[in-house]
């Protein structure tokens, strides 16, 4: 079996010369033009309603996987498998979303006698259970929020737990993400039935009702640092990502380097880290999050898998992460150390979705006109086409406007000036709430947390 660096190390390269893309939309379209960069063609699976999409038109070979809806089409593992094993693939990448951190996935991709793009089978499970993924921080050496040591099964236990961490705590679905399955908790009045509601959304969501408690941080930003590691025991950080920009727990504006860490703190924390993934032995892209307050980092979660907010990472190293994906799979050693990284560029990523950008309510529907942003440092991932229309059937991201300049004051006055530009008719989108965003002072000055935006939106409402 072979993984891009998993829990079966690979005995030497294996080239690849052919890879199925397991997604859609610009997730799909950027792995194509890495692929076809490196000189390996590629096959693109799609749903009926996708069957014009430019990732579908764009890649080598495509195949028809099922109907719209995505339980049926790209959360079909026999029928990706069987379009990987058919069309003559040597990988499966998973992209983002939908199968790519499932572990019994990538575990069916390997018995097949195919490379899964992306860690073990045991990596994707542990990391994908948050209660494990805490025990498993703790053990490397990572700093955690304080909280429960393990899942918590009855009110009894919530509120003796949440009485020695002190309120507020909030109470987290092992599972899950997104946002979903967690409850800030108040009093120990409040415990039972946020508990019971957790449990719900979660078992719906999830399918697994286990929650946990943790200290609930009134302030903190959200900092993530994404990562590479090979076959070879190398193992390095690309720096961070500030995605405090957040409505809903959903993020709206990443960027990088954050405004609040200096090289000395981001060298602390990043040392820290290439050590638990090296005693980990995790192999692949990464991505671990951390809140951060007070000048204190506290792990949250590892994602097994590339970031949607991955292009920030790429600007401001010039490193391609995609394709170090794929050369880590094909057993490849990494061609940076540590010292290689330079972080010298500001980056800003705008996540435009077709919603209403008040309610946030998804706004699907026929894209007549399309006119994206140009000039120096601006990059458009997005599968958007004059004649397209966006499905209502997946996610609403449409389009990613990534931003790259010397400063951030250069920086946010490029952002502005591509999202004026930016025109996708007459598809409603939350481009304004972008503008408005970047005129806050708070923005500009950087002074801003994981809270700032809700409550901005409720001033000014």
């Known amino acids: 079996m072979l993984f891009a660096g998993g829990g079966v190390r690979t005995s030497g390269m294996k080239q690849i010369k052919k890879v199925l893309i397991a997604n859609r939309g610009e997730i799909a ?13 590629t096959v693109a699976v799609h749903s009926k309603i996708d069957e014009s999409a430019m990732h579908v038109r764009l890649a080598d070979a ?24 058919m069309s003559g693939t040597d990988a499966v990448h998973p992209g983002v979303g939908f199968l790519a951190e499932d572990a019994g996935f990538a575990q069916k991709v390997a018995s097949h006698g195919l490379i899964f793009v992306g860690p073990s089978p045991e990596h ?5 259970d948050k209660v494990e993924a805490r025990a498993k921080a703790v053990e490397l050496g990572l700093p955690v929020v304080p909280g429960s ?7 009894e236990e919530a509120k003796r737990v949440a009485a020695e961490v002190g309120y507020p705590v909030l109470m987290k679905a092992a599972g899950g993400g997104g946002g979903r399955g967690m ?11 946020s508990m019971k509601a957790c449990q719900v959304e979660a078992l719906a969501a999830f399918g697994d009702d286990t929650v946990f408690i943790e200290k609930y941080l009134s302030h903190p930003r959200h900092i993530e640092f994404q990562i590479l590691a090979d076959s070879h025991g190398n193992v390095i950080h690309l720096g961070e990502r500030d995605c405090s920009i957040q409505r809903r727990h959903q993020k709206i504006i990443e ?15 990043g040392g820290i880290i290439v050590d638990a993934l090296k005693k980990l032995g995790y192999l692949g892209a990464g991505t671990l999050e951390f809140l951060y307050q007070d000048g204190e980092f506290y792990f949250i979660e590892m994602n097994t898998r590339l970031q949607v907010e991955h292009p920030v990472t790429e600007s401001i190293t010039g490193i391609d992460i995609v394709r170090h994906q794929l050369r880590i799979a094909g057993g490849e050693s990494l061609p940076y150390r540590q010292e290689h990284v330079r972080i010298e560029k500001h980056c800003i990523e705008c996540r435009i979705n077709a919603e209403d950008p008040i309610s946030l309510v998804p706004r699907p529907g026929k894209v007549t006109d399309y006119l994206a942003p140009g000039g120096i440092g601006v990059r458009v991932d997005s599968a958007l086409y004059a004649g397209y229309s966006v499905p209502p059937y997946y996610d609403n991201l449409v389009a990613k406007l990534v931003i790259t300049g010397r400063t951030r004051e250069q920086c946010i006055a490029r952002t502005r000036r591509a999202l004026k530009e930016y025109f996708i008719g007459p598809l409603q989108t939350n481009i304004p709430l972008h503008l408005r965003i970047l005129e806050q002072p708070e923005f500009i000055s ?6 700032w935006l809700e409550r901005m939106l409720e001033r000014q409402s």
Request: hydrophobic share 40%; with cysteine.
């Open 255 to 269: 960027e990088g380097p954050s405004i609040v860490l200096t090289p000395e703190k981001r060298n602390k924390i």
């Open 124 to 128: 994707i499970r542990m990391m994908g």
């Open 446 to 451: 950087g002074d801003y947390n994981i809270h």
């Open 149 to 155: 040591d393990g899942v918590i099964k009855t009110v």
């Open 62 to 85: 495509a195949v028809c996987i099922g109907p719209n809806e995505s339980a049926k089409s790209y959360l079909n593992q026999p029928a990706i498998l069987m379009a990987a094993l």
């Open 29 to 41: 379209l950027r792995i194509n033009r890495a692929c076809h960069d490196m000189g390996i063609e």
């Open 183 to 193: 409850r800030v908790i108040e009093n120990a009045g409040d415990v039972a039935d």
